[in-house]
Nanobody, 126 residues
Framework: EVQLVESGGGLVQAGGSLRLSCAAS????????IGWFRQAPGKEREGVSS????????YYARSVKGRFTISSDNAKNTVYLQMNSLKPEDTAVYYC???????????????????WGQGTQVTVSS
C-alpha cells in the first residue's frame, strides 16, 4: 500500500520559514520522483517543486525559485521542502505525490502525479 504523509505546516509571519516533510511508505522510495503541490482557496492545484532521487533532477516553479529548496533523505524515505522568505501568497494546502513512471520529467502538471498525501496547511500572515 502506497502512503504519503505530509507534516510541518503551520502559521508563520511573512518573511519566516517552515520545513515540510513528506514521509513515504509502501513502495521502493528510490524508484519514484516526488513532487510538492499547493492549492489555495478558489485556485487550481499548482506544482511547487519536485525531486528525482535516481538522477538528482529538481524542478522549481518560478514563483518559489530562490526561496524554496527540495531535498530527500533516502534512508528515511522522506522528502523535505524548506520554505524561506515566505509570503502571504504562499498560503495554501501543500500536498506531496509520486510522479507517474510513464510521464516525462518536463511535465510537472498535477495530472502526471498520483498517490497523493492528505495535505498540510501553510498560512502566512502579513
Amino acid at each position: 500500500e502506497v502512503q504519503l504523509v505530509e507534516s510541518g505546516g503551520g502559521l508563520v509571519q511573512a518573511g519566516g520559514s517552515l520545513r515540510l516533510s513528506c514521509a513515504a511508505s509502501g513502495f521502493t522510495f528510490d524508484d519514484y520522483a516526488i513532487g510538492w503541490f499547493r492549492q489555495a482557496p478558489g485556485k487550481e492545484r499548482e506544482g511547487v517543486s519536485s525531486i528525482s532521487s535516481s538522477d538528482g533532477n529538481t524542478y522549481y516553479a518560478r514563483s518559489v525559485k530562490g526561496r524554496f529548496t527540495i531535498s530527500s533523505d533516502n534512508a528515511k524515505n522522506t522528502v523535505y521542502l524548506q520554505m524561506n522568505s515566505l509570503k502571504p501568497e504562499d498560503t495554501a494546502v501543500y500536498y506531496c505525490a509520486t510522479k507517474r513512471p510513464d510521464s516525462i520529467w518536463s511535465n510537472q502538471r498535477p495530472t502526471s502525479f498520483d498517490n497523493w498525501g492528505q495535505g498540510t496547511q501553510v498560512t502566512v500572515s502579513s
